[in-house]
């Protein structure tokens, strides 16, 4: 009994531990922009601010080769890494940039050594006649939850801790969309094609939402077409656009829709790349803290 009795009492004051309590913190306000059916932000790098592509697709945060001489960021000769992307699957030396912020914040990808470092690669210099240094991705980005308000040109950075559920400082009406991660800051939304479940990244650096290989084996449809369509990558695939009467987002209601149908090889459980253009038309919370995205009305706030 005595026994017993210690053991409940060094495990009760742990037992009785109160939660921690929801905190959503504001970190920093920029502004975005639409150009060439994606979207820029500006990122501060070695002094420099330059635009960026909002990739929230990207593992990686990738600075074209030109930007790179151009900003003077220093090539580790010795680490390399392996980026997989529409335009195929490179091998790009990393570079490590003296300084890299974002609407006045350090960044710091999520790691151990929390270092700077990015891929430098085949990135586009522009997208829709704006120049561009490359794509800002998941290792820095997944630090915060990010309120993207498109037609507000407004992207908010939050800490969030504690949290579950629904707890947005929006005021309007909105949905939760449970996410899940296959792999790292992947986030992967429910998505249903008619009658056809698929799963579908969000990948916001995409300019219009693509049925990758897997989608296109589960929905039975043919490659081929007259577009062709290129990302991070050298090469490019042939693609084509297709209607489709009903497509849902998790619980959202089901719309139609014009997909890209384009054989994309990506991970075996995602079979759509939901991109930029589903974005813009909705307020989105993306919340790489609990796992959730949430939508609201264009004009929520």
């Not at 407004?154 to 929006?170: E, I, M, N, Q, T």
């Not at 296959?182 to 986030?187: G, T």
């Not at 990302?231 to 693609?239: D, P, R």
Request: hydrophobic letters at 45%; proline letters at 5%.
């Amino acid at each position: 009994m005595r026994v017993s009795l210690a053991v409940f009492c060094a495990c009760a004051p742990w037992l009785l531990m109160a939660a921690a309590p929801c905190r959503v913190d504001l970190r920093a306000s920029v502004a975005v922009t639409q150009a060439g059916g994606v979207l820029l932000v500006p990122v501060t790098l070695n002094g420099s601010t330059v635009d960026f592509v909002l990739d929230t697709g990207a593992e990686r945060t990738a600075v074209g080769t030109a930007a790179a001489e151009r900003l003077h960021i220093a090539r580790d000769e010795w680490v390399s890494t392996d980026i997989q992307g529409a335009g195929g699957r490179d091998q790009q030396r990393l570079g490590r940039p003296t300084s890299l912020s974002f609407g006045g914040i350090a960044l710091k990808r999520r790691t151990v050594a929390a270092d700077t470092s990015v891929v430098i690669g085949p990135v586009p210099d522009s997208v829709g006649g704006r120049s561009i240094a490359g794509l800002l991705g998941q290792d820095f980005l997944s630090a915060f939850d990010l309120d993207l308000d498109v037609a507000g040109g407004v992207l908010k950075l939050y800490d969030v801790s504690g949290c579950r559920g629904r707890f947005l400082p929006w005021t309007g009406p909105y949905g939760a969309i449970p996410a899940w991660r296959p792999v790292r800051n992947v986030l992967a939304l429910p998505m249903r094609v008619g009658s056809t479940a698929i799963q579908a990244e969000l990948d916001s650096g995409a300019g219009s939402t693509v049925i990758t290989l897997p989608g296109m084996l589960a929905l039975g449809l043919a490659s081929g077409g007259a577009d062709m369509v290129r990302g991070f990558g050298k090469g490019s695939l042939a693609a084509r656009t297709q209607h489709f009467p009903a497509v849902q987002i998790g619980g959202l209601r089901p719309e139609p829709a014009d997909l890209v149908i384009a054989p994309i090889r990506t991970l075996r459980s995602i079979g759509a790349l939901l991109g930029a253009d589903w974005v813009v038309a909705r307020h989105v919370w993306i919340s790489w803290a609990t796992d959730q995205v949430f939508v609201g009305a264009t004009s929520a706030r």
